[in-house]
């Protein structure tokens, strides 16, 4: 019964391949969110949808792509992967102005 | 000056010790304020969730919010080992913003 659940948690690939993320959430929330973590720890917003609508789209390079194929799933889809995507990403979702639940994280390595 | 300032650490205490953790802001429309605890290799785990100035408790955990000096503060009583984790503040403006995190204070408790 995890809230929010990503697959996979680990992924070692490439440079130059394509990856995807994907996040469900089941606590009938609205909004979901991808955030990176880098290598120290500090959490950065990439993307938000609120009922499968892009809201935030922060500086993120275009190889990145969200899709949201209804409001409780969140995929991540990365092009032509480099060294420097190397981080955790972590899925998100809340209600309106209420907390955010996190998922436990994929921990992505180009090699 | 960042959004989020976040006191560095790391931060190491004797169990049954009392830890204050802060952060200030610079953004005066932040209302919604989060503390989270995240373990090695594990998603943020929300811990306090306020709103507006004012303080929450919840068992050791003490949050509290000063709206007027852009100040944030979550005191820990009787920490225990268990409480050794990285802590993150978070804060959002409104529905469906984006949470804006701090870079997170690593903290260990000593048995």
């Known amino acids: 019964d995890t809230a929010v659940s990503q697959t996979p948690k680990y992924l070692v690939t490439q440079m130059g391949n394509d990856k995807s993320i994907k996040c469900e959430q089941n606590?009938?929330?609205?909004?979901m969110y991808w955030y990176k973590q880098d290598s120290k720890k500090f959490l950065k917003i990439m993307f938000s949808?609120?009922?499968?609508?892009?809201?935030i789209n922060e500086t993120v390079p275009n190889r990145f792509s969200p899709k949201s194929p209804d409001k409780a799933h969140l995929n991540l889809h990365i092009n032509s992967l480099e060294l420097g995507d190397s981080a955790v990403y972590f899925c998100?979702?809340?209600?309106?102005?209420?907390?955010?639940?996190f998922g436990q994280g994929t921990r992505l390595t180009v090699v | 000056q960042k959004e989020v300032e976040q006191d560095p650490g790391p931060l190491s205490v004797p169990e049954g010790a009392i830890v204050s953790l802060n952060c200030t802001y610079s953004?005066?429309?932040?209302?919604?304020f989060m503390w989270y605890r995240q373990y090695s290799r594990k998603g943020p785990e929300l811990l306090m969730y306020?709103?507006?100035?004012g303080n929450k408790e919840d068992g050791r955990f003490t949050a509290q919010v000063d709206k007027s000096s852009k100040y944030i503060s979550l005191f820990i009583r009787d920490s225990q080992p268990s409480d050794s984790a990285t802590y993150l503040c978070?804060?959002?403006?409104?529905?469906?913003?984006?949470?804006?995190f701090g870079k997170g204070i690593t903290l260990s408790v000593r048995p």
């Open positions: 998100a979702s809340s209600h309106r102005t209420a907390e955010a639940f």
């Open positions: 606590l009938g929330h609205d909004t």
């Open positions: 953004n005066s429309a932040f209302q919604y």
């Open positions: 306020t709103y507006s100035s």
């Open positions: 978070a804060m959002r403006t409104g529905a469906n913003s984006k949470l804006t």
């Open positions: 949808y609120n009922n499968k609508e892009l809201i």
